[in-house]
């Protein structure tokens, strides 16, 4: 697709130059019977070198080509406007052109504003950084200390920051067939629990779609836009939707099992396998159960969880089980997860998770 538009955008510009030429009698274009003064014709080889200079910017990913390309789009379909009886054809690629450009400048805000929410999630002072164990290892579930030791968290800092690489795959309803692909970022806030979670998704070759997902101070907020421009999901300052966001990050400490010696959670034995995890910020909190087989290696985690943020939305069990694992900076983690609602007509499998990287960090930075 990308090599199409490419190849459009210059041709387009190619075209510009025939207004030149024509205004100049450098070639005799009987097919151009437009007249066109010299100045004009100086004009239309202008649009037409800034059209194959914003086409090589987008080719490249240039920093800021979408300004020049809205501002071409539009002093080209000022000069086919003009001469409309044989430039109409060129109204195409301007409006191409045009929505591209759109396009782009809608990702880079919608990058800056997760930025600058990422710099917010690490605003707390350095100092609160590091503090670990909030209870002797001896007395949590013994479970849990298997999995603390097998992971290599038993005597490990808590990181200031964790940065999560995924690939995601995606079904939106439950009788969907194939997966959507995307891919994630994920920077966790340890000590004062907190995330911000960016998706970059495509439906199809022309849908793109981006999501962000955070949480700070037991506020949630989820917000999914198609194109970075038209809204699907805009949600905050919902109950519902703060709980969510926070069995969310109880379910993923999993990822930097650090966390688990956090003053924040509290953990009650259930069984040799099953221990019950409570996590408690700003006055809410919210529980899961983690399931742990006989060598520590994390199983799955399941929670009674909102399907959604109407008032209407009820808890349904939500499960996210671990199917790989492997070591990143040393520490063992679940690498591949399933997602999963568990409803009346049977099980919804709605997120597959890969991890391709984890960076833990004593410090936050960006």
Not at 75 to 102: C, D, H, R
Not at 172 to 185: E, I, M, S, V
Not at 294 to 314: C, L, N, Q, V
């Amino acid at each position: 697709m990308k090599i199409t538009i490419i190849i459009l955008m210059a041709f387009h510009g190619f075209i510009h130059f025939l207004g030149f030429l024509k205004a100049y009698e450098w070639m005799e274009l009987k097919e151009l019977p437009l007249q066109i003064s010299k100045d004009t014709g100086m004009l239309w080889l202008l649009a037409g070198i800034g059209i194959l200079v914003v086409t090589i910017g987008y080719a490249w990913q240039v920093n800021y080509w979408w300004y020049l390309g809205m501002a071409l789009a539009i002093f080209s379909q000022v000069l086919i406007i003009l001469y409309w009886g044989e430039a109409k054809f060129g109204t195409l690629p301007n409006l191409v052109l045009f929505f591209l450009s759109l396009v782009a400048g809608a990702n880079a805000s919608f990058e800056k504003q997760v930025h600058k929410e990422v710099t917010g999630l690490f605003s707390q002072s350095p100092e609160s950084f590091g503090k670990t164990d909030s209870q002797s290892v001896s007395s949590y579930p013994a479970p849990v200390q298997r999995w603390l030791e097998r992971t290599g968290a038993l005597d490990a800092p808590l990181p200031g920051q964790v940065l999560v690489k995924q690939d995601f795959q995606l079904k939106l309803k439950p009788n969907q067939g194939d997966w959507y692909q995307g891919t994630a970022r994920q920077y966790f806030n340890p000590v004062n629990p907190g995330f911000v979670w960016s998706l970059d998704l495509k439906l199809n070759p022309l849908i793109q779609v981006k999501g962000r997902d955070k949480l700070k101070d037991g506020e949630g907020e989820m917000l999914i836009k198609i194109w970075s421009l038209i809204s699907m999901v805009d949600e905050k300052d919902n109950p519902r939707i703060n709980e969510g966001t926070l069995q969310r990050f109880l379910g993923e400490i999993v990822w930097f099992p650090a966390a688990a010696k956090s003053p924040y959670l509290i953990w009650e034995a259930l069984n040799n396998n099953e221990a019950k995890a409570i996590l408690t910020v700003q006055g809410t909190s919210v529980s899961g159960v983690f399931t742990f087989d006989e060598i520590g290696r994390f199983e799955k985690f399941r929670t009674e969880r909102y399907m959604g943020g109407e008032a209407d939305a009820t808890r349904k069990p939500w499960i996210v089980e671990a199917r790989e694992y492997s070591r990143f900076e040393g520490v063992e983690v679940p690498s591949l997860c399933e997602a999963s609602w568990i409803l009346e007509e049977g099980p919804w499998t709605w997120a597959k998770i890969r991890i391709l990287s984890i960076e833990n960090k004593s410090r936050p930075t960006l």
